[in-house]
T-cell receptor
Framework: AQKVTQAQTEISVVEKEDVTLDCVYETRDTTYYLFWYKQPPSGELVFLIRRNSFDEQNEISGRYSWNFQKSTSSFNFTITASQVVDSAVYFCALSPTSGTYKYIFGTGTRLKVLA | EAQVTQNPRYLITVTGKKLTVTCSQNMNHEYMSWYRQDPGLGLRQIYYSMNVEVTDKGDVPEGYKVSRKEKRNFPLILESPSPNQTSLYFC?????????????FGPGTRLTVL
């Protein structure tokens, strides 16, 4: 079965704290893609990052970083020095590549960054 | 401007009254999809389309229909809406059917079925 689990329903942090959002996935595919999307309070869904199953390099983009570990089937997202503008719901998603063209999203993590 | 548009943005209707939510993209994307977003359940895929005249069920297709007669349009049809279809709906598109492409989302349609 294909599945994405975001066990953290809601996280609150104070501005400038670091925060990590967890994402654990299940798939039998050897080739697959993982994504993170952001949904700010305004409601739109915004793509943040894509990672394929063969690339386990961590990625850093400004204050954002992603840690992909196939051994633990995790694709975690860290925000360093959080800001109020980071307040949003964050979704992790899985796109398998064999047998189906479905996308599977996690249930999302609501991040509240308090000033 | 590259975008996915949805109409209407808000809709209140009554049980059993057929409705259509339109979705259009101007990026010549192959893949289009519909999702519903409900509290605590995240985004769940309703239907998707790999190209014109090719559609398939997602995880929650019951009570919905779709069609893809043109590459740019992918309407969502609720033939007999029920209150449990009250939700926030998103249309999305991506360049190709291969999973490597990110999805571009429309602004969402908030549907209330009384």
């Amino acid at each position: 079965a294909q599945k994405v689990t975001q066990a953290q329903t809601e996280i609150s942090v104070v501005e400038k704290e670091d925060v990590t959002l967890d994402c654990v996935y299940e798939t039998r595919d050897t080739t697959y893609y993982l994504f993170w999307y952001k949904q700010p309070p305004s409601g739109e869904l915004v793509f943040l990052i894509r990672r394929n199953s063969f690339d386990e390099q961590n990625e850093i983009s400004g204050r954002y970083s992603w840690n992909f570990q196939k051994s633990t089937s995790s694709f975690n997202f860290t925000i360093t020095a959080s800001q109020v503008v980071d307040s949003a719901v964050y979704f992790c998603a899985l796109s398998p590549t064999s047998g189906t063209y479905k996308y599977i999203f996690g249930t999302g993590t609501r991040l509240k960054v308090l000033a | 401007e590259a975008q996915v548009t949805q109409n209407p943005r808000y809709l209140i209707t009554v049980t059993g009254k057929k409705l259509t939510v339109t979705c259009s993209q101007n990026m010549n994307h192959e893949y289009m999809s519909w999702y519903r977003q409900d509290p605590g359940l995240g985004l769940r895929q309703i239907y998707y389309s790999m190209n014109v005249e090719v559609t398939d069920k997602g995880d929650v297709p019951e009570g919905y229909k779709v069609s893809r007669k043109e590459k740019r349009n992918f309407p969502l049809i609720l033939e007999s809406p029920s209150p449990n279809q009250t939700s926030l709906y998103f249309c999305a598109s991506s360049l190709s059917i291969r999973g490597l492409n990110e999805q571009f989302f429309g602004p969402g349609t908030r549907l209330t079925v009384l």
